[in-house]
């Protein structure tokens, strides 16, 4: 993929992340950790820009983020 567009999706995305992940994200990952008390390591597979990774240190003990996007890596940093 394109530096140029990956960019323009990562802009386009990221509108409407922050909406998809607190309506339905946020509440479901956070009742399943809840549910299954063992886990205590969390892979965030397409992290994105990181916005749920603080969320997810809150629940679990160790959280990586992995994403395609080098773009959206640079933002999560």
């Known amino acids: 993929m394109s530096q140029w567009k990956?960019?323009?999706?990562?802009k386009l995305f990221s509108q409407y992340?922050?909406?998809?992940?607190?309506?339905y994200g946020?509440?479901?990952?956070?009742?399943?950790?809840k549910?299954?008390?063992s886990i205590n390591k969390v892979l965030d597979l397409g992290?994105?820009?990181?916005?749920l990774i603080?969320?997810?240190t809150s629940?679990?003990?160790q959280v990586v983020g992995a994403d395609i996007?080098?773009?959206?890596?640079?933002?999560?940093?």
Do not use: M, V, Y
């Open 6 to 10: 990956e960019k323009d999706i990562f």
């Open 17 to 23: 992340a922050n909406i998809l992940e607190e309506q």
């Open 26 to 33: 946020f509440t479901a990952i956070s009742n399943f950790i």
């Open 35 to 37: 549910q299954h008390r």
């Open 47 to 51: 992290c994105g820009s990181g916005e």
């Open 54 to 56: 603080p969320f997810l």
């Open 59 to 61: 629940i679990a003990f």
């Open 69 to 77: 996007s080098e773009h959206a890596l640079e933002n999560a940093r």
